[in-house]
């Protein structure tokens, strides 16, 4: 059925208050979420500092031998043992400069300072640049160890640097991931709980409209779709502005020149981003409309599965499926494509971003402008600058698939489709269950009218039945009476107060209606019967099933009360819902009690058990029953016959009888069956 709950309907595009409504979910969990962005900053800062410890290892340790040194000839603070002489690093006063070169993995001490933008030649143990010669000696490794024990420090003191680091990271980052689904979880159960308290409180005339699979997927599937946004865009968008911010910062720093390289690619990515936002909601909207039809396919189909084998529908109904099914499937495909269009586009642009950078960086290093320590952080830093922009277009997936869904589940929360309680309620001390119907006139849609100006009075303690044949407003009448649906024009009074001036409530506590097709909830029998109403005892509930002949029947089964019931109480035969709907009905002892055909389906056996239950129950209650089988309602003080939405008929069995009318016929009508059954 299409309406106006449905997917396709919605066309608003992403906007601040939307965003705003899902943030006010979050506001009571703002102190973790606060504790959650400082720890990813300073995750993050721990992050963007190793790529510098490394270049400093690479320019200050592991290429430190290209530092200045001097040759003393006795030893001082700070020097190293070379040969018959002494080295110390810097220049110092009274000393021969010195260089160490390497030339093929082998360390050389010059005597004298060479120009390393120049070429140089080693031949024979000296060392010659610009017609220069120098004295050369070749470092032990013991005396290269010695010389550049600094250097070995410093290099161990950045991987232990590093190690604590990552361990610190560690540390923080379960913290912070903890913290962060434990926030998600906590602001996703909030909603679910509102949405279905919600749902909870709607009308029956929502019901009638709307499927209960896409329902399902507004509580389960829509739902869990925010969880996502919650723990992975929400928040973690700060992180990834945290690390393009930090990046594009230490690369100025470091080089402005291979930074502006970097930031040449930041205007194509935002045109990609662009042409992918135009694509990419749309395909997403697509894809939860088509799961919300499969889902309420799925609920109707297994719902119905015992009408779908007996008229042997299974290949029909798997036709209908595999068409829904495959709609879904190309949505996916057509998200997938277009997902897949967009993330090669963005490591082609990285790809390209990093050749320029390879390019320029090697000409700076050999002409002595950049040290490699610096490429080597600027490289580390590109590949972490590009790691937040896939990061940012995954959680736009996200994000536009958040958008969808909390514009369904906004819609469901904003229907008002439901009975509301009056501003300023009348409350009942006592509820006698005198009911009067004023010139009342119901439709369920517009004015397609199912009762037209109907009145009646029902006496406080009177068993009154309702009449007609199927459509005439029957049922409708004993929905309105509950309230579960609004009149549209007339009064219905209980004990002479408007029920549109009670509270729901009150009015629905005073009623107890057994259908024809009693709905038992998982569990066991005991809490079928309770209900959640705690005040209602276990002896209560045993008193109650004696008292409408259940007892005998739940006494044989294996765990007694406390037996395991199936969903709509599926292994129970119909006459068995019936009697424990009955002492569902006692157990609550309500002053009005309703009864809809509510033994139409049921064996003669239980048929017996049944109507001596009813004549107990009865007594001392105001009783409205509606029944096909005219035989089980000769006793009562009053039958109403509807027709066509009107009463034509009022009177006991007898004086309608009599009468010769509508009732008559159709008693005539049973009786000539029951004669020739």
């Given at each position: ?90 220049n110092v006063s009274g000393g021969q400069a010195a260089s160490i070169v390497n030339d093929k993995n082998t360390y050389y001490l010059i005597e004298g300072a060479i120009n390393r933008d120049k070429p140089f030649n080693i031949i024979n143990g000296k060392v010659t640049q610009e017609n220069t010669s120098y004295n050369t000696h070749r470092l032990t490794r013991e005396e290269l160890n010695s010389v550049r024990s600094k250097d070995i420090t410093g290099v161990k003191n950045t991987a232990l640097y590093i190690l604590i680091l990552v361990v610190m990271m560690f540390g923080l980052n379960y913290v912070q991931i903890y ?431 049944i109507q001596d239950a009813l004549k107990k129950i009865t007594k001392g209650r105001t009783t409205i029953v509606v029944a096909h089988r005219l035989s089980t309602i000769k006793n009562s003080d009053k039958i109403i016959v509807l027709h066509k939405g009107k009463i034509r008929e009022m009177g006991t069995h007898k004086e309608l009888l009599e009468k010769g009318g509508i009732y008559s016929n159709l008693y005539e009508l049973q009786y000539k069956e029951l004669e020739d059954n």
């Open positions: 059925m299409e309406n106006h709950f449905e997917e396709d309907a919605l066309t608003k595009q992403y906007d601040s208050h939307l965003m705003h409504r899902l943030l006010k979910y979050a506001k009571p969990y703002s102190g973790f979420l606060i504790i959650v962005v400082l720890l990813m900053l300073l995750i993050t800062s721990m992050d963007l500092l190793r790529p510098y410890l490394m270049k400093n290892a690479i320019d200050t340790y592991i290429s430190g031998y290209k530092k200045p040194y001097t040759i003393v000839d006795t030893s001082v603070e700070g020097s190293h043992r070379v040969g018959d002489r002494y080295i110390i690093e810097g913290l962060l689904e434990y926030t998600g979880q906590h602001i996703v159960f909030n909603i679910r709980q509102q949405l279905f308290k919600h749902v909870e409180g709607l009308s029956l005339s929502f019901y009638d409209k709307n499927p209960v699979g896409r329902l399902v997927t507004r509580v389960t599937n829509d739902v869990e779709t925010l969880n996502e946004m919650y723990t992975s865009v929400v928040v973690s968008l700060f992180k990834d502005i945290f690390i393009l911010g930090g990046i594009l910062i230490a690369m100025f720093i470091l080089n402005p020149k291979l930074a502006l390289i970097t930031l040449a690619s930041v205007p194509l990515i935002l045109v990609a981003a662009a042409i992918f936002k135009k694509y990419d909601r749309d395909a997403y909207r697509e894809v939860r409309t088509k799961l919300a039809r499969i889902n309420s396919s799925l609920s109707e189909n297994i719902s119905g599965m015992k009408t779908v084998q007996i008229f042997h529908k299974e290949d029909k109904k798997f036709k209908e499926f595999d068409n829904i099914n495959r709609d879904y499937l190309k949505a996916s495909t057509n998200q997938i494509r277009i997902f897949a269009v967009f993330r090669p586009v963005i490591d082609l642009l990285a790809s390209m971003t990093m050749a320029v950078m390879l390019w320029a960086g090697c000409r700076m290093i050999l002409h002595k402008d950049i040290e490699i320590g610096v490429m080597f952080a600027f490289i580390t830093y590109l590949m972490q600058f590009f790691a937040p922009i896939f990061d940012l277009s995954e959680k736009y997936d996200i994000l536009q698939s958040s958008m969808a869904s909390s514009e369904r589940i906004f819609t469901l929360l904003d229907n008002e489709d439901r009975i509301k309680n009056p501003e300023n309620p009348k409350l009942m001390d006592g509820v006698k269950g005198e009911i009067e119907f004023k010139n009342v006139w119901f439709a369920y849609n517009d004015e397609d009218w199912v009762l037209r100006d109907v009145s009646f009075t029902i006496r406080p303690g009177e068993n009154i039945a309702f009449v007609g044949a199927t459509g005439a407003g029957k049922t409708s009448i004993i929905s309105l009476i509950s309230r579960l649906y609004d009149i549209q024009k007339g009064e219905i009074l209980l004990d002479g107060v408007n029920i549109k001036h009670m509270e729901k409530e009150q009015l629905r506590r005073n009623i107890a209606t057994v259908l024809q097709d009693v709905f038992l909830f998982t569990g066991d029998i005991k809490s079928n019967i309770r209900l959640n109403n705690e005040v209602i005892s276990d002896e209560d509930i045993i008193a109650s099933s004696k008292y409408v002949n259940a007892h005998g029947f739940i006494e044989k089964l294996p765990h007694g009360y406390d037996s395991y019931v199936n969903e709509r109480g599926t292994t129970f035969s119909q006459g068995q819902r019936q009697l424990i709907a009955f002492a569902r009905a006692i157990a609550f002892n309500p002053p009005i009690l309703v009864l809809d055909e509510a033994t139409s389906n049921i064996d003669t056996e239980t048929e017996v058990l």
